[in-house]
């Protein structure tokens, strides 16, 4: 069983490390940080993360605390939490099941700063994992970000790398406003490195700027959490046939970068959405209109989305294969941008 | 050999009573005394965990805060209550503690043979009924009282005929419930929380917002403290921690939980009220809320105004159960139901519930009933579904403000005259904080981009750009009284 995580020196860190090392920080420097979720006693089931391990015993049971099945019910309590002043970090076993606690997130977390008038705020995070899982079915896989990211009031975090996870975990945390905190199954065991200055405890990253992952010129490769690692693969096969593709890791869906985006699209003139979420009202269809709004004259393609398939997600591993993006569509569509030249 | 391990451990339950309250180190021994008879652990006692799994705990049982984990305490202090120690023979464990076992097959009805009593402390007429079981109450408070209902019932009428005349967009009423709200605000203290539905504007008057804020907010101009954001009558002041009232019914149950339990662990000496109507108890909310207020020992009073009709649903139609108060058991919540037009009763209810709730750190269950007088809105005309009789007879006869004037005049508190110079003074106001407010500007569109986040993001300082701009070339088509 791990413990909390010692300082590392220099290296690696997975995002589980991360995650849960920066939650530890937090809760260090701010008394009035406390996790609650289900299951967080009872660690011995093996789908369940425990980003939150070693936390309880550490902090006790006031500030870790295990929840009755009612995510509308300890959504609420934290939310409720919230107003008078403390700062939750309320786990969903996955944003699936936020579903059940939808209203008190959109109408109340999301608006109550604005309709008080400034007198309540919500000082939330609503953590947890997000999208495809790897055969789990519809009710377990669905990605939420474009749902969330179109609610005005809550901002909208898609963490891919450890320092990602760290530095926008922590931001999150300290932030005033209501985050929804978009996690990822896959990544939480990938090892990336981390810098000195990613392990210091004050480190934290800006919410709302994306991050160009690789550089290039001929075409702009946009993409959140797991799908950034694969355009990072993509664009390494595009490499290979004289296409070098700019990739951003969009961080932050709400408030979107779209400064960083646009000025991308203006280097390089064409566009590759990537999401594994739904294509209707998705992510990428915002990141395209941006761009057709703001840099229409200087796109050489037309725009391309490339979403998972518009069906709930199948449990038959091969089935399920075929419905999300793979590295290859990634790289098709790239092609597809650079042979319509004029 | 069974019987025999069922007496050893009734023995040490003895003993560990004796020992008194040490906590986790009183089950241990509970557990190491059992395991010394008995090796198999088919019968080990979890209910006294509760299922958690000791091993993680391991030696770091005593760094818990001890309050937290008093349920576990309740539930040997429960077995100790409910099991009959003499019934050793008949006991049996099961998670969550002993239960006796009767070879009867009994289905517990699904009502009881009497409905539960409702407390009063003043007859239909204001007399006294009872002398001593109720919170004795002062002069002052008592005119405040009086002089409160007395407001927020000419309020409600005037602000009523207000929409009526297409002056405000939406009112809704308390007629009827006038006790309720005045009684529990008194009931409580300023620092205690309050998390409303939507029928209790009464607490934040008692609390000091003035008439002229609820007609700001009820216009929606420039001086309303929610910058004209929410529809009438959905106020909000932390100044007189009064949170915003919401639409979405019973979202304030589970948040009142979570504020209760802010309270908690800042170890302050108030409590949160908060307010639901009949109808509201049958949203998914109301469950969770009651459920984790219990295992949460969370210092909360919740408070149903148990009015008879949820706009057109009576209650007959909302659930089958001997109204609210019967639930509370259910979730291992004290409950009491009392006549909510008796305003003596609901601020001695309250102020006991409100002591229970912060000394002994449980949640209470307040079921106040009466009569929802008004329509459920401005958008309702109840006569649709219900007799004029039926209003009349609570508008008049069990009318809650009439049978507390009886009471203090009875104790020379109150006269007429007294009567005619605070109602004239009262509508004097209330026009007067109509006209002002009417003539109040409306917020600018500043107030439509702040407070969405916390600092304004650039995406929004860009759209009010552009807005400003549209304006300034369209000034035509932009309302003439609305400020840029």
């Known amino acids: 069983m791990r413990g909390i995580l010692r300082q590392r020196v220099g290296s690696y860190m997975t995002v589980h490390e991360a995650l849960n090392s920066a939650l530890d920080e937090e809760m260090s420097a701010d008394p009035n940080v406390f996790l609650m979720g289900e299951e967080y006693l009872c660690s011995n089931l093996h789908f369940l993360y425990q980003i ?101 009031g809550l901002k909208v975090l898609a963490p891919y790398s450890s320092e990602d996870a760290r530095g926008l975990l922590k931001a999150a945390i300290r932030d005033p406003d209501p985050v929804v905190f978009l996690e990822n199954t896959f990544l939480y065991e990938e090892s990336f490195p981390v810098s000195e200055e990613v392990l210091g405890s004050n480190f934290f990253l800006p919410i709302g700027k994306a991050k160009i992952e690789r550089e290039g010129k001929d075409v702009t490769i946009t993409a959140f959490s797991r799908m950034v690692g694969y355009a990072l693969k993509a664009a390494e096969i595009l490499e290979k046939e004289g296409i070098s593709a700019e990739v951003i890791n969009l961080r932050s869906i709400r408030p979107l970068d779209r400064a960083t985006i646009n000025a991308s699209v203006r280097k390089t003139s064409r566009l590759v959405t990537v999401e594994d979420g739904f294509p209707q009202h998705g992510v990428g269809s915002e990141i395209c209109t941006s761009v057709i709004e703001e840099s229409f004259s200087s796109l050489d393609a037309p725009v391309e989305r490339i979403t998972g398939a518009d069906v709930p997600v199948p449990y038959n591993e091969d089935l399920e294969r075929k419905s999300l993006p793979q590295v290859e569509d990634i790289v098709r569509a790239a092609r597809r941008t650079c042979n319509c030249l004029a | 050999m069974a019987n025999w391990v069922i007496r050893s451990r009734t023995i040490a339950h003895h003993l560990n009573k004796k020992m008194g309250s040490l906590g986790f180190l009183n089950l241990s021994f509970w557990n190491s005394t059992s395991n010394s008879f008995h090796s198999s652990s088919s019968t080990m006692p979890l209910g006294d965990n509760h299922g958690r799994p000791y091993a993680i705990f391991g030696d770091s049982a005593t760094h818990f805060a001890v309050r937290r984990f008093k349920s576990t305490e309740a539930a040997r202090e429960s077995d100790t209550k409910y099991f009959n120690q003499d019934a050793g023979d008949q006991a049996l464990d099961f998670p969550g503690g002993k239960v006796e076992f009767t070879s009867e097959m009994n289905f517990i009805s699904e009502s009881a043979d009497k409905r539960v009593p409702c407390y009063r402390v003043l007859d239909d007429n204001g007399e006294l009924i009872v002398s001593n079981n109720f919170v004795q109450v002062r002069k002052e408070v008592a005119i405040k009282m009086y002089s409160d209902m007395v407001t927020l019932q000419m309020m409600d009428n005037v602000f009523y005929e207000a929409q009526r005349q297409g002056r405000i967009s939406f009112y809704l009423t308390t007629l009827g419930e006038e006790a309720i709200n005045i009684g529990s605000a008194a009931a409580l203290s300023a620092d205690d929380l309050v998390l409303p539905q939507y029928r209790e504007p009464g607490a934040l008057l008692w609390r000091g917002f003035t008439l002229q804020e609820f007609a700001n907010q009820c216009l929606g101009n420039k001086e309303d403290k929610g910058k004209a954001r929410q529809m009438p009558i959905h106020y909000a002041s932390k100044k007189h921690n009064y949170f915003a009232v919401s639409s979405p019914i019973a979202t304030q149950l589970p948040q009142a939980v979570g504020a209760a339990y802010s309270l908690k662990m800042e170890g302050e000496n108030a409590c949160v009220a908060t307010y639901i109507g009949d109808g509201g108890t049958s949203e998914g909310d109301f469950h969770a809320a009651m459920n984790f207020a219990a295992v949460l020992e969370a210092p909360i009073i919740f408070i149903c105004r148990n009015n008879g009709w949820a706009i057109s649903t009576p209650i007959e139609e909302q659930f089958r159960s001997d109204g609210i108060v019967v639930r509370g058991r259910a979730y291992g919540i004290r409950s009491i139901r009392v006549d909510g037009s008796d305003a003596l009763a609901v601020l001695s209810a309250i102020r006991t519930a409100r002591e229970m709730a912060i000394s002994e750190q449980r949640p209470i269950l307040v079921e106040a009933l009466a009569y929802r007088v008004g329509h459920h809105s401005t958008s309702d005309d109840s006569t649709k579904y219900r007799s004029v009789n039926e209003i009349e007879h609570w508008k008049t006869a069990r009318n809650p403000v009439n049978r507390f004037r009886k009471w203090i005049e009875r104790n020379g508190w109150w006269s007429d005259k007294d009567e005619t110079e605070h109602r004239s003074s009262v509508k004097k106001q209330l026009l007067q904080a109509i006209q002002i407010a009417e003539k109040t500007e409306k917020p600018s569109i500043e107030g439509l981009f702040s407070d969405v986040y916390d600092h304004l993001p650039s995406n929004l300082q860009e759209q009010e750009e552009q807005l400003r701009e549209t304006i300034r070339r369209h000034p035509k088509d932009y309302p003439s009284d609305v400020p840029v």
């Open chain 1, 52 to 152: 939150s391990i070693g936390l309880l015993k550490k902090y006790g049971p006031g500030r870790v605390f295990d929840t009755p099945i009612t995510e509308a019910g300890f959504t609420g309590i934290g939310i409720g939490a919230a107003y008078h002043g403390l700062k939750p970090i309320v786990e969903f076993m996955t944003f699936n099941f936020s579903m059940q606690a939808i209203d008190h997130i959109i109408n109340s977390a999301a608006k109550m700063n604005h309709m008080s008038a400034g007198q309540i705020s919500v000082p939330i995070v609503f953590r947890g994992p997000n999208g495809a899982i790897a055969g789990a079915g519809a009710q377990h896989s669905h990605c939420f970000a474009a749902w969330y990211a179109s609610c005005p």
